[in-house]
């Protein structure tokens, strides 16, 4: 998995500043024909690329519209795949129109023509990786993860079709998802977002008020380490928030 952060300081949603227990994930897709992150997530950090229309969603209602998830997977400028964080995890997000929103972490894989099995075959791996990030991280397994149609027939979410419009062209659904899910948290897989061992880093959440340099100084001695901190979190700016996750080097 490739994980970054940007997060949308500028919608409505984080400026709501209420968090939640996250006690599920719901799978979404964005529904429309533009694979490329650069068209929700921005603005550009040189490796997403313009968008030429500023139509991303850091911005307080894009489109008009309240909504905000906690990441989007999809491609970057040059065509690899990457997950972005948008929200802090136990942020309240604005994805299910529903009372999920108190519950779940949100996420959303962005759609290309839906025929492409090799872009499916990339953002579903990106996509199973970040629920075992998630899933380790809050105590959760496959069983706590569905998406908005399932959402919406469980009654926490509106009445959307997606992921179920598209993952079965490819041979998959829900169930998949979650059995691949469970297998991977079964296996126990070591690997993480930077490729590196677990036992290489300390986790840290970041309280309010801190600094990269601050937590630097706490944690590895000097302040002048924090581009450590950034590099293993592949962090492109020092901005950073309260109930973010960091990784700390040992």
Not at 116 to 140: I, M, P, R, T, W
Request: aromatic share 10%.
């Amino acid at each position: 998995m490739n994980l970054r952060t940007l997060i949308f300081t500028n919608n409505a949603c984080y400026k709501a500043n209420r968090t939640i227990a996250p006690k599920g994930i719901m799978v979404h897709s964005t529904g429309a024909n533009n694979p490329w992150l650069r068209r929700y997530v921005g603005p550009d950090d040189g490796l997403l690329g313009k968008n030429r229309h500023n139509n991303h969603w850091n911005q307080y209602r894009p489109d008009g519209r309240q909504v905000c998830v906690h990441c989007f997977i999809g491609k970057l400028a040059d065509g690899s795949i990457a997950t972005y964080q948008t929200l802090p995890w136990n942020h309240r997000g604005w994805h299910a129109g529903g009372s999920a929103n108190d519950t779940h972490i949100g996420f959303e894989i962005c759609e290309d023509g839906l025929t492409d099995a090799s872009y499916f075959n990339a953002v579903y791996k990106e996509a199973l990786e970040l629920c075992v990030h998630l899933c380790k991280q809050y105590g959760l397994n496959g069983k706590n993860i569905i998406c908005h149609s399932e959402g919406y027939k469980l009654g926490v979410a509106s009445n959307h079709a997606d992921v179920m419009h598209w993952f079965p062209r490819h041979g998959k659904n829900m169930e998949t998802f979650r059995a691949d899910v469970e297998k991977a948290l079964a296996e126990g897989d070591t690997t993480t977002q930077t490729g590196m061992p677990p036992e290489a880093y300390d986790t840290y959440t970041v309280i309010k008020g801190e600094s990269l340099w601050k937590i630097a100084v706490a944690k590895l001695g000097r302040g002048d380490r924090y581009p450590e901190i950034m590099k293993m979190n592949g962090l492109t700016r020092s901005t950073i928030f309260p109930g973010q996750k960091l990784k700390i080097p040992r």
